[in-house]
Nanobody, 112 residues
């Protein structure tokens, strides 16, 4: 199974932006079938968005309009870019490919 490593997290001020990375352990045939999730302290993990089997992107309502998921097949990497960050966006962000194993996540902290 493809293993994933997330990176790019850190501390950001409210209103700022972030770009997270999800690196696959081996070559991928396409960018399809990737999903991003997040888990805030004390809360359940929630779906943020992803690229479906048809190549289309979908986003959760709470990030719609300020989030873009994309990637580069040649770099085996997906990206999650988000602007207009809010303290509520503070969470550990994870990617998941084809419903396979979870990565370790990357922490994003948004301060007001």
């Amino acid at each position: 199974q493809v293993q994933l490593v997330e990176s790019g997290g850190g501390s950001v001020q409210a209103g700022g932006s972030m770009r997270l990375f999800c690196l696959a352990s081996e070559n991928i045939p396409s960018l399809n079938n990737i999903a991003w999730y997040r888990q805030a302290p004390g809360k359940a993990r929630e779906w943020v968005g992803g690229i479906g089997n048809d190549g289309g992107t979908l986003y959760a309502d709470f990030v719609k309009g300020r989030c873009t998921i994309s990637g580069d097949v040649n770099k085996r990497t997906w990206y999650l870019e988000m602007d207009g960050l809010k303290p509520d966006d503070t969470a550990v962000y994870y990617c998941r490919y084809q419903g396979g194993p979870w990565g370790q996540g990357t922490q994003v902290t948004v301060s007001s």
